[in-house]
């Protein structure tokens, strides 16, 4: 796991702007904290931080090969699975390798394949090779952007980097909000549009593309996309799949050539990564290290509801007892937790999901100091149908995003001068929209069917991105990479054409999934009930949020008040939270929640200083 940042300009010399690149690069530090790199050329600069995984001595970036007469340098972000595989094609074809670094053999793979290098990869990934002979450079990021690209231009500058903040380091580009801004901040956030973030004039490449920049312009390509196609395995054979791509894709992600982990909430995602992973560490019972984590004073303060109906530490305690991991609870407690909103804030470039997103960044800090590499029970819910939405008629039939439906407090916390030229019903019903016809049917989908395929690829390409943006981000900050296993492209494809009824077997979430490890779980794991992420429970956290929001309204110049309605925020403050309704986003970000959102909408206005245009 990397940071990587570049720039490319066809109309001048830039190969002596190291100032530039370098402050480019520095700002990636905590994704890559073990080494760093550079190259130039006449029309390009690379950067790189390094992070070491795999291949410690032979693995530097920005990594060059020459091949016939031609060379190419490659700056890299992520982790290969299938090297294997591909290695043994190249070597078949007369390449030769120094080490196993999974770099070397991408860069190779795209000398042999040419751009559709990317139909041949498993993992996550985003990456630039720079061609000197065609004075081109080739971008691509992996099937569901588990690994970020963020690009932009100026003044005949194609700037590109793993997060914003390493683009906005560039002396050409100031940071400006516009009505594209407004909207996606406070009608799509914390989630984001595909291609689109807050920043007018700053994208990212979508998962599943890749790009090509040279003299003419860029190009887009995609290469990936979910296929609609009959399903035609009965109910066994789709089970014994499952369990192959399982195995499969958890045993990839376990290699490493340094310290790995597990994140075990005794959820039952979590514990199926912990269970398969558990034939890995057979031999070496020590190494087999998981982690959790829990807030002060949360076994006093849980409150049971129907979206958390249970804590996790009984089931916990359960996993590790049976599967004798080397387990590490790690408790937060309030103050540190409301501290880090602004790094988890400044961890995304953008205001997130508040305590949830700041609790990952301790957990991650903490997860960091036992292992480099952890894998994460992450994406489960949205290939297999694990999140309420996909059950209640009330959301699939609220015509929009059905973990935001609170459209119209949204518009009521914009300031009214702000409001009356933007209409956040308006721009959600476009994105809205433009999602569902991307979706592919078959002529012989049933209704119920059609719209099970609707919210599993809105929650697939919406909801998802936004909690693989949030692990990225969370993880990386502290140099600690995250696996998702969850998210191997087969199974995602494969489980996209599962009838409904089989998927949701017994009427319940994950109801296939439950059924396939039901012989390598405990019961009590199998059958329990959906339990999300967990959060404090600890009323000071509330109090500790309030006042920082209420310390940001009394200073007169907060930049907040440019943007927001005062007296709704204050009506918010005084009710606790629920003069705001409904969650503002998913279930989690209730009234503290909204609260911290709003602080760190606070300070990212300080932080960035954006210039608002509307």
């Not at 130039?40 to 920005?62: C, F, M």
């Not at 909430?265 to 998981?290: C, M, R, V």
């Not at 997860?367 to 009330?394: N, T």
Request: negative net charge; charged residues 25%.
């Amino acid at each position: 796991m990397c940071g990587i940042c570049g720039v490319v300009n066809f109309s001048k010399n830039i190969s002596k702007d190291f100032e530039i690149i370098n402050n480019m690069t520095s700002v990636l530090s905590s994704r890559g904290p073990d080494e760093e790199g550079f190259f130039s050329d006449t029309n390009v600069i690379l950067g790189h931080k390094r992070l070491i995984v795999i291949d410690p001595e032979n693995g530097n970036q920005p990594m060059q090969y020459t091949f016939q007469d031609n060379t190419y340098t490659i700056v890299y972000n992520g982790q290969i699975y299938n090297t294997k595989e591909i290695k043994e094609i190249l070597l078949k074809n007369g390449f030769n390798f120094k080490g196993h670094c999974d770099t070397e053999i991408l860069l190779k793979a795209y000398i042999h394949f040419g751009y559709d290098v990317v139909k041949y990869l498993n993992g996550i990934f985003a990456f630039a090779i720079w061609d000197s002979g065609r004075k081109e450079l080739y971008m691509a990021r992996d099937h569901f952007g588990i690994k970020p690209f963020y690009y932009t231009f100026k003044n005949n500058n194609f700037i590109f980097a793993s997060e914003i903040k390493s683009i906005l380091s560039h002396p050409e580009i100031t940071p400006v909000i516009d009505d594209y801004g407004i909207n996606e901040l406070f009608g799509i956030g914390p989630s984001h549009s595909p291609g689109l973030t807050p920043f007018k004039g700053i994208y990212e490449l979508k998962p599943g593309y890749f790009s090509v920049f040279d003299s003419n312009g860029l190009k887009m390509e995609q290469y990936f996309k979910l296929k609609t196609e009959p399903h035609l395995d009965n109910f066994d054979t789709t089970c014994e799949k499952i369990r192959y791509y399982l195995n499969d894709s958890i045993s990839m992600q376990l290699v490493s050539d340094v310290p790995i982990g597990m994140m075990l909430s005794g959820g039952l995602d979590s514990s199926i990564i912990t269970a398969y992973a558990s034939k890995h560490f057979k031999d070496n019972p020590e190494k087999f290290k998981t982690f959790s984590v829990d807030y002060v004073d949360n076994d006093i303060n849980f409150k049971k509801s129907d979206f958390q109906p249970n804590s996790d530490n009984e089931f916990i305690k359960l996993m590790v007892e049976k599967f004798k991991c080397n387990h590490t609870k790690i408790v937060l407690d309030t103050p540190e937790l409301a501290n880090s909103l602004e790094n988890a804030m400044i961890a995304r470039d953008m205001p997130g999901m508040a305590d949830v997103d700041s609790s990952m960044y301790l957990f991650c800090k903490e997860i960091k100091k036992h292992v480099s590499v952890v894998l994460s029970g992450e994406c489960s819910d949205e290939v297999f149908a694990g999140y309420p939405w996909f059950f209640r008629e009330d959301a699939l039939k609220s015509g929009t995003f059905p973990w935001s439906i609170a459209i119209a407090e949204r518009q009521k916390i914009l300031n009214p001068s702000i409001s009356s030229k933007i209409n956040l019903k308006d721009y959600i019903d476009c994105r809205y929209n433009q999602a569902l016809n991307e979706i592919e049917f078959l002529e012989s989908d049933s209704s119920e069917t059609i719209e099970k395929r609707k919210i599993s690829y809105l929650t697939l390409y919406w909801w998802m991105q936004t909690l693989l943006d949030r692990t990225d981000r969370m993880s990386m900050s502290s140099g600690l990479e995250a696996r998702v296993p969850f998210c191997d492209y087969r199974l995602v494809q494969y489980m996209w054409n599962v009838p409904w009824e089989m998927k949701a077997l017994d009427g319940r979430e994950k109801g296939l999934l439950r059924y396939v490890v039901k012989d390598i779980l405990p019961n009590e794991i199998v059958y329990r009930k959906k339990s999300p992420y967990p959060k404090t429970h600890n009323p000071t956290y509330l109090k500790a949020v309030k006042e920082k929001l209420s310390k940001i309204l009394e200073i007169p110049d907060s930049p907040i008040k440019n943007i927001l309605n005062e007296k709704y925020i204050k009506d918010i403050l005084d009710t606790d939270g629920t003069a705001f309704s409904r969650p503002w986003f998913g279930q989690l970000m209730t009234g503290p929640q909204l609260m911290a959102y709003l602080c760190q909408v606070n300070m990212w206005l300080e932080k960035y200083q954006p210039k608002i245009e509307l």
